[in-house]
T-cell receptor, first 117, second 114 residues
């Protein structure tokens, strides 16, 4: 149980284009999902927290107009990187919190590696 | 503010050696969670352990053991008789009790040589 998937696992896009990354909780409902970014050989940094049906909360320094987050259902959150640039190339990881568990544990997806050329 | 420090950037050991990965944390919360994750080259985070702030008991799981000491704000991780498959980046993380604000340490890259 508690499986989180991400799609795509890898994506290459050209500078200036937009790319959408999906995060799904496969066997549980997630009222809250989190998006992290990990640059090569660095740690995971929380980008934003998304709650189902409401606007995402972004961490300081993360441009909300560049990283659009939509959490339209209890099992799906999407991150759209708009007008991507090479400096956006990174490993993006989502996590989801199980609504039904009192421990509020976060379950992590396998990550999406974005390369902007 | 929450902060996690993993002072060891890289560690290299020879197979069968024991190795301890250090983790020191800072928080003003009285209730919180501590975690360890393994990140192999594939990138996917592998959950290893979660410990809440009320439970200072040490834990052992096979070759893995964890030493939680609130007095020194440390949550160290020991691998006994290391194996090549243990080679990965290991992250220590801290979250508030609602798991809303998870902060990761910088990670320790462990290389186990045959």
């Amino acid at each position: 149980g508690a499986v989180v998937s991400q799609h795509p696992s890898r994506v290459i896009c050209k500078s200036g284009t937009s790319v959408k990354i999906e995060c799904r909780s496969l066997d549980f409902q997630a009222t809250t999902m989190f998006w992290y970014r990990q640059f090569p050989k660095q740690s995971l940094m929380l980008m934003a927290t998304s709650n189902e049906g409401s606007k995402a909360t972004y961490e300081q320094g993360v441009e909300k107009d560049k990283f659009l987050i939509n959490h339209a259902s209890l099992t799906l959150s999407t991150l759209t990187v708009t007008s991507a640039h090479p400096e956006d190339s990174s490993f993006y990881i989502c996590s989801a919190r199980d609504k039904g568990r009192l421990t509020y544990e976060q379950y992590f997806g396998p990550g999406t590696r974005l390369t902007v050329t | 503010a929450q902060k996690v420090t993993q002072a060891q950037t890289e560690i290299s050991v020879v197979e069968k050696e024991d190795v301890t990965l250090d983790c020191v944390y800072e928080t003003r919360d009285t209730t919180y969670y501590l975690f360890w994750y393994k990140q192999p080259p594939s990138g996917e985070l592998v959950f290893l352990i979660r410990r809440n702030s009320f439970d200072e008991q040490n834990e052992i799981s096979g070759r893995y053991s964890w030493n939680f000491q609130k007095s020194t704000s440390s949550f160290n991780f020991t691998i006994t008789a290391s194996q090549v498959v243990d080679s990965a980046v290991y992250f220590c993380a801290l979250s508030d009790y609602n798991n809303n604000d998870m902060r990761f340490g910088a990670g320790t890259r462990l290389t186990v040589k045959p």
